[in-house]
């Protein structure tokens, strides 16, 4: 969409330059909201039909498989459970091993494998990632941000929690390719927070910062420390269950005992959707009245701001308890840190205020909105990046991403573009093949998931690893970019010490026109990219499955019958011909059944592997 202006005292027309909007996005566990610059002010956008700004971060998908995000998708999550999936950032870049603890208490089902692979979500017969859900919801951001600015929005930095790590960050980015956007930068939400009150901004001398961090079930404490516009984590602590949706549980806990409501009644779904909504619409009201009452089939309830305070003073104790650690494990004194900043909608609780203010020594930030505080801070560091902010120092950043490839032609991203330089990074890989003594490493640039899509920068080879089992190597690849765009590849393997190092200029022979052009190209075939990548990780989970099986029949023999012996080949038989020729849902459903019909018979063989080993000792 082009702009024109004309002048009206000569009347001639003058096309504006039309400058790429970025906008800011905070994706939360609970609500997601975006943000973007408007005339030089951080603003919340918001459809004009919207009655608030805040999207909650929930989808659901209907019998056909169509999608809705955000309230419409709130509504069904006590009648379609299973279809309705919330809280998904908790799953983000985690694999099965990660979340065996919280899998329990969703209510949608988490594929359980019990392995180092990253999470699936099963709704009906389809498997989604937490990064295409994730996506759902950036898309419904990037419409609103559509509708009300009636312009294409492409462009985004999205935050994420201080303590995210580089999985958990790459899954973010790809949903955001997914959704269409660019995602120039990945945010800290406590440094997005601190941008929003304008700390930061301007070159001053060293500040720290405590920023406090309550949502719905997730509390954080970040401390930073800020020189010439660089925020730096001194130290972050939380508990990623604690949060307000624990001061609802509170109220509906007090209610129930003081009106001797019998727990059963919380199973029956209208009574216990009303409860909970009536708990949460309590909380929100004291946080500026002294009391709140409703009566329902003749019984009146209330709750008054004091025993509200009490009830859930606990919690609030338990935040502080972690506030004291996260300073300590910063090793500064109390007295060191020059503002706190309040964020997330529990933090609106004058309670909550009082003793953060109290152990601080120091009165709060607290005049912006707690609930888009990081979003308006996300746009803040939209409009650094789009060189609007001649204040601020601009720092040399990779223009395209690194990586190397991996099993089926994969793109590994090990450097994320936009990452500052000079920047150091590394990962782990293992062998794929029992015996394996070597392993060839290519380098490639670009943004793309198939790495024949990217740029080869070269490859090498690291022999010498002792042969061993596939699978147990210990493979590191560590990335060095120096500030000249100079990049260093070392590969070793930790078992046996052997290594090996190369040098490649990664910005040779590459003109900015090629770069814009790759950087389009991704975006243009994101979806069609990541329905690659999913068949390709599917096919080489499926083929590990498959090769793991065929190992545990050979090795128990002696315990497994000849009909369990048959029953398993033909499953892995399925397994490997929809690895030939199916799609990723008919592969994970392969791999499902498979599962299914041998985690009993490998429970059986463990058991006999401990009694034989028992037997020859003495007890
Ligand atoms: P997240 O960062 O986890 O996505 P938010 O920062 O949006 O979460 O916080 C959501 C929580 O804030 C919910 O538990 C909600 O009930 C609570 N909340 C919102 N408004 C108020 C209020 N006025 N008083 C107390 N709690 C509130
Ligand atoms: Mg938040």
Known sequence: ????????????????????????????????????????????????TASKALVPSIVHF??????????????????????????????????????????????????????????????????????????????????????????KIEKAVITVPAYFNDSQRQATRDAGKLAGLDVLRIVNEPTAASLAYGIGTSREQAETIAVYDLGGGTFDISILEIQDGIFEVLATNGDTFLGGDDF???IIDYWMETYSIPAQLLEDKAFGQMIRLQAEEAKKTLSSSSEYSFSFENQEFSITKETFESIISPLVDKTLEI???????????LSSIDQVVMVGGSTRVPLVKEVVAKLFKKEVNDTIDPDQVVALGAAVQADILAGNRKDMLLLDIT???????????????????????PAKAGRQYTTSVDGQTKLKVAVYQGERDLVKDNRKLGEFVLSGIPPMAAGMPKIDIKFILDAD????????????????????????????????????????????????????????????????????????AAILSSEEVKTLKSHIGTLRSQIESGTKDDINGAMDALNAYSTPLAQRALDHNIAVALKGKDL
């Not at 504006?16 to 603003?43: R, W």
């Not at 506030?323 to 004194?333: F, H, K, L, Q, S």
């Open 248 to 250: 609802d549980r509170a």
């Open 399 to 421: 223009p395209l991403s690194l990586g190397i490839e991996t099993m089926g032609g994969l793109m590994d991203t090990i450097i994320p573009r936009n990452s500052k330089v």
């Open 1 to 48: 969409m082009a702009k024109f202006s004309i002048n009206l005292k000569d009347g001639s027309v003058k096309q504006e330059e039309e400058k790429d909007i970025i906008v800011g996005i905070d994706l939360g566990t609970t609500n997601s909201l975006v943000a973007y610059i408007n005339e030089g002010q951080p603003e919340i956008l918001r459809t004009p």
């Open 485 to 556: 765009g100079i990049l260093r590849v070392k590969a070793s393997e930790t078992r046996s010490n052997v290594q090996t190092e190369v040098q490649i200029k990664s910005q040779y022979g590459i003109s900015e026109e090629e770069m814009a052009l790759m950087l389009k190209d991704s975006l243009v075939n994101a979806q069609q990219d990541m329905d690659q990548r999913a068949l390709i990780e599917a096919q080489n989970e499926g083929k590990n499955v498959a090769l793991h099986s065929e190992k545990f029949i050979e090795q128990n």
């Open 62 to 151: 209907d019998e056909s498989g169509s999608v809705v995000v955000g309230d419409a998708a709130k509504e069904m999550l006590i009648s379609a459970p299973e279809r309705t999936i919330y809280s998904v950032k908790r799953l983000l870049g985690k694999s099965y091993t990660d979340i065996s603890e919280i899998k329990d208490l969703l209510g949608y089902t988490i594929i359980d494998e019990d392995e180092d692979t990253l999470v699936k979500i099963k709704v009906g017969d389809r498997y989604y990632s937490p990064i295409e859900l994730s996506a759902e919801i950036l898309r419904e951001l990037k419409r609103v941000a559509e509708s009300r600015l009636e312009a």
């Open 323 to 333: 506030c004291r650690r996260c300073i300590e494990d910063a090793d500064i004194e």
